[in-house]
């Protein structure tokens, strides 16, 4: 009998109540993804979580773009540019893709150096990948810039369908905005980096959690590049 | 174990990826810049693009390397768009159409 009253208070200490209680019945002992740092499962499931925002975005973008009875703007003109007197379909574009592209190669190598934990690599490589997102966004401004004097506005613009605005500037400032999002937040891990934070610990997750985030936005962009530009 | 201590490859594998990714995202402009049109471009874009983003999520985000449970949950609910997909699909044919009938009178 005594063991057992014993036994019951053990228990009661072992599950605190309120908020740590909450929060330990959600976690504690209850491991679905294995062997995955709860830092990068809760990565994955807001990423899952902006997948949907970006398939609706562009899920109403077909939508409009199927319902107008206006030309749709031929995007291929739009974004064309003269480089020494010759136009070049969607130039522009292309450039972006594939400093996007790079970034993303750029980071899977850091990620790669951080497990090894070659800080100096792993803090250069974050670096060289937050210029290429900064130079992605120059161009995006710079493209912006364009279109704007060319008299493209949300609500209508001079060669089509009013929609190709709307849908133009929501979708690709939603992507710029995660774009920017990405670079401040690769600026801040690689200095922790540099300064040893996840040397104390000998966990460089951060890195590999950062990199998600950053390999997520080269996906939206290559669903954007295929859907809005080149369709 | 390769997996308790984080995701631990091969650079050349990601080098081979970066490559593939370059070589699809070349392709795909040339769809545009030939000028291809019609189901040609459209099936064209649609699989460089499943390549492209297949390749980025298996191999830059570690997805082949993860366990089922992580795969599953993460890759299986996106397949839910397809419906709203194919509901707006329907929609904006009917809308299409109602606009035509009723208020483009210059089409």
Known sequence: MAYETVKGA???????????????????????????????????????????????????????????????????EVFALTIGGTEFPLILIAIMTFILISSSGTMAMAVNFGYRRERGKTAALMLVTAFFGLTFVGMQVFEWTKLIEEGVRPWGNPMGA???????????????????????????????????????????????ITGLYWHFVDLVWVFIFALFYLW | MAHAKGQQHPISIYLAIWGLLFVLSTMSYLVDYFGFQSYLRWSLILLFMLLKAGLIVSFFMHMRWERLALRCAILAPPIAVLVLVGLMTLEANYTLLTRLVFFAKDF
Not at chain 1, 64 to 75: D, E, G, H, K, L
Not at chain 1, 177 to 198: C, E, M, N, P, Q
């Open chain 1, 10 to 76: 053990e228990q009661a200490a072992a599950v605190p109540a309120g908020w740590q209680g909450l929060a330990d019945d959600w976690s504690a002992d209850r491991q679905v993804f294995k062997n995955v740092p709860w830092g990068k499962a809760m990565m994955w499931i807001f990423l899952l979580s902006d997948t949907f925002i970006f398939s609706i975005f562009l899920t109403s973008y077909m939508t409009v773009r199927m319902s107008t009875t206006v030309a749709w703007p031929n995007p291929s």
């Open chain 1, 162 to 208: 009013a929609q190709f605005g709307s849908t133009f500037f929501m979708i690709t400032g939603f992507h710029g905005l995660h774009v920017s999002v990405g670079v401040i937040i690769l600026t801040i891990v690689a200095l922790k980096v540099l300064r040893g934070d996840y040397e104390r610990s000998g966990n460089y997750a951060a890195v590999e």
